[in-house]
């Protein structure tokens, strides 16, 4: 039993606590802010505004970041807001002699991996930076500021050494075989590095990516970045503002840059390190670097770096034209006209053509939008699906989609353009908010008809590993705020904690929820979100999901109970057998999916 002081300290206590603490976050909340019940999400509340904001969406964004505070890991800090969670693996690093504790857990286990943390936490300053404005005005600026440096002062420790960037703590292979609490966490938790001398190009410049956006957004009050061409900010959180802070992530992100650029041979992490990109194996390394070098060029107010990264830009003529693939943290390719367009905005001087990238950025919203994209349809209610990507986790790929969409709209260069996007982006997000077949918000703990069984072995609050679903029959915590995988091809969601495409929550998964709730505050969107007007219960979909969660079965004579019950047997015979199957993990299947290189 580990210290969780505001849980059983009270409101008053926790503001004491707060005010004393202060090491993780150098702003406090002037209120602490916790989840409302899940009731308050089906009340209308757009003639409620408060600074112009509709409490809905301040709910939302306060959800969306108290979700990251239940994802840590470590010694927490006295101002834990997360009753029911406790110090956890404050050796981590230790059979490597060094310092690994604190950050986050990745998903619904127990690894911490920074390759793809660091794609969340530069599209969480990359939203801050754009409509951060959302943040003072719904009184969740401390929170981001603590979610930010939980991270980043992890990462930091991860690069402690200039040469080394320590990319996994936790064994994969024991963590999938684990399903219980923070309390009893298997050992050894092994750490695995990548160095100058056995690189990892896109793990290196991912995580400059990450301080190098951190660092420009805490370095001046007025950091933001412009989201049309008439320049409009709506972006930057000046109450976080930190001189000092931003210079010591600013060192972290020229020694990653460094690191990325000048180590040879140039290659992906997981060629480096097998075991670390196990989880979560990159594809190329190019996007990376582009995109690292453009947000090197924002810190460093040099547009050298900008040029260096565009190398590695698709070139040639018409070369978007062959980009298809989803946003994620393995491909940022999607991601790089429109930041690049931004850039060009924010500083002539940089010298960017913005017009070469608004051409490249409309090939890709424009064959979106008009459904000629290849690899890529939509659900019958609306839920753009990337074969692969999407069958592995569905609303990622599509709320990735509505970020950049929303980012870029106000600098389409016609008026049809800039409302096709404007309603691509509206249209995921109010999917992701209600407007879908299953009734509810795909947000726990938002609305009543929320899902009631998110995968995450820490909420669940059971040990049987091979009785998921009902040992507990109710989850014993609600994981406020996580955004689970979402529904399958036919807009069903079955709301079943083993089957993992659907239910699994991550630290990526989150970071779009976020980027469109502070965008429609930044916007001043007052209208309710779906959910709070929602009448009827939540459509769960019955029977049993098709997903690869479960073991295909091949149609014959048998019943459906009997091929269930073969089914059952078999993986109880597997398991037993191997030991190491994890069917229930998402991992292994985004691995196959990679492997295959499925809508590429
Ligand atoms: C700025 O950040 C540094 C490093 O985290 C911290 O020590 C300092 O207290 C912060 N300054 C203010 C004024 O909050
Ligand atoms: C949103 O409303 C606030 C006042 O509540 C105002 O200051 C701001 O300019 C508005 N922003 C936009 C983009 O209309
Ligand atoms: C109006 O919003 C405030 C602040 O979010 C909340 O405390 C209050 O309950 C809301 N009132 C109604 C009628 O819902
Ligand atoms: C980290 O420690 C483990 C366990 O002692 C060891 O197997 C591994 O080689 C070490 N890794 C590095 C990169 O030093
Ligand atoms: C935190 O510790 C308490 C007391 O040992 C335990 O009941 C609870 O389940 C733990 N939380 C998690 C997430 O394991
Ligand atoms: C085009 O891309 C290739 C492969 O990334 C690169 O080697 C080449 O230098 C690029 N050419 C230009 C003109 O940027
Ligand atoms: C714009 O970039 C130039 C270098 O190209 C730099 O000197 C200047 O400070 C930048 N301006 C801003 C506002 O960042």
């Not at 966490?185 to 896109?202: A, E, F, K, L, V």
């Not at 969660?549 to 078999?570: D, E, F, M, N």
């Amino acid at each position: 039993m580990r210290s969780t002081a505001a849980s059983s300290a009270g409101p008053l206590l926790a503001l004491l606590h707060l005010a004393s603490s202060g090491a993780w976050a150098q702003i406090t909340p002037q209120q602490v802010y916790q989840p409302p019940p899940a009731s308050r999400g089906a009340v209308s509340q757009q003639s409620n505004l408060t600074n112009g904001v509709n409490p809905q969406y301040a709910d939302l964004l306060g959800n969306a970041l108290w979700f990251y505070d239940a994802q840590r890991s470590g010694a927490l800090p006295a101002d834990n807001r997360v009753s029911w969670r406790n110090s956890s693996c404050e050796n981590d690093g230790s059979l490597n002699n060094t310092d690994l504790s604190g950050g986050f857990y990745d998903a619904g286990d127990y690894i911490k991996a920074t390759y793809p943390f660091c794609w969340t936490l530069t599209s969480l300053a990359w939203s801050a930076l754009s409509f951060g404005s959302a943040y003072e005005r719904s009184s969740q600026d401390a929170y981001l500021d603590s979610t930010l440096r939980w991270g980043l002062d992890w990462l930091s420790k991860a690069h402690s050494d200039a040469d080394t960037l320590w990319v996994l703590v936790g064994n994969p292979s024991t963590d999938d075989q684990y399903w219980g609490g923070d309390q009893d966490i298997p050992g050894p938790r092994p750490s695995y590095s990548i160095t100058r001398q056995n690189p990892g190009t896109d793990a290196f410049a991912s995580c400059a990516a990450a301080f190098a956006a951190s660092a420009y957004l805490y370095g001046e009050r007025g950091a933001s970045l412009p989201t049309s061409t008439g320049g409009a900010q709506l972006g930057g959180v000046a109450s976080i503002h930190n001189r000092t802070y931003s210079e010591a992530l600013l060192r972290h992100a020229e020694g990653l840059w460094d690191l990325a650029v000048n180590s040879s041979p140039k290659q992906v992490y997981n060629t480096a390190a097998p075991t670390a990109g196990q989880s979560y194996p990159s594809s190329d390394y190019e996007d990376d670097l582009a995109f690292a070098g453009l947000w090197m060029a924002l810190a460093k107010a040099d547009a050298s770096y900008a040029n260096q990264g565009l190398v590695f830009y698709p070139n040639g003529t018409n070369a978007f034209a062959s980009v298809n693939s989803a946003l994620n943290w393995d491909r940022k390719v999607a991601a790089l006209p429109v930041l690049a367009t931004q850039l060009a905005q924010h500083n002539a001087s940089f010298g960017l053509q913005m017009s070469r990238f608004q051409n490249d950025a409309e090939s890709y919203f424009d064959r979106l939008t008009s459904g000629k994209m290849q690899y890529v349809s939509q659900t019958k209610g609306g839920l753009y699906w990337w074969a692969g990507d999407s069958d592995a986790a569905s609303l990622n790929p599509a709320l990735n989609a509505a970020f950049i969409a929303d980012l870029y709209s106000g600098f389409a260069t016609t008026s049809a353009k800039n409302s096709a996007y404007r309603s691509l982006a509206d249209s995921q997000v109010d999917y992701l908010l209600g407007d879908n077949n299953y009734n509810g918000p795909f947000i726990v703990g938002q609305h009543p008809n929320s899902p009631q069984n998110p995968h995450s072995a820490m909420a669940a609050g059971g040990n049987d590993i091979t009785n998921i679903n009902t040992s507990p029959p109710q989850e014993l915590h609600v994981l406020y705020g996580a955004v689970p995988g979402g529904p399958d091809k036919q807009d069903r969601f079955f709301d079943i904690r083993d089957d993992w495409p659907q239910t699994e929550i991550a630290l990526d998964y989150n970071a779009p929820l976020i980027a469109a709730a502070v965008s429609r505050i930044a916007r001043n969107v007052t209208k309710d979100p779906p959910f709070a007007t929602l009448t009827g219960a939540a459509n769960v979909a019955s029977g049993r999901p098709t997903d690869a969660a479960y073991p295909a079965r091949k149609k014959g004579g048998l019943s459906q109970g009997a091929q269930i019950a073969i089914a059952v047997v078999v993986i109880v015979v597997v398991f037993a057998a191997a030991g190491a199957l994890s069917w229930w993990q998402r991992d292994r299947i985004r691995w196959y999916y990679r492997q295959k290189k499925i809508g590429l």
